[in-house]
């Protein structure tokens, strides 16, 4: 079974400015305009993070947000598995994939 969440009115600069310090290591790099974009991204000052990433193109901005939700799959999939077992669900979830 899967459940589809559509997610919107993203704050892209902070989303960006909390989680790109916490996986930058495991995302440098890679194919397309997001890898690029991180790559130059651990050049920025984290004070100015924020507003780089406000500049971008609404395209760069989600497959940036789409790689560090990728890169926090884990902790995701732990918080989602948390929730649902407080709310005595009686559901487990095996994953996640997020793509744009």
Partial sequence: MEI???I???DYGAFVE???PLVKDRIQGGDGMGGMLL???????PD??????DMLPTAAKDE???RLLNAN??????????LL????LGVKIIDVEIRK
């Fill in 73 to 82: 799959k884990e902790r995701l999939l732990a918080k989602a598995s948390r």
């Fill in 4 to 6: 589809v969440l559509t």
């Fill in 39 to 45: 790559s130059k991204l651990s050049s920025v000052p």
């Fill in 8 to 10: 919107d009115d993203i």
């Fill in 85 to 88: 077992d407080e709310q005595d």
């Fill in 48 to 53: 100015q993070v924020r507003k780089v990433v």
């Fill in 18 to 20: 909390r989680y790109y």
């Fill in 64 to 66: 940036i947000a789409v």
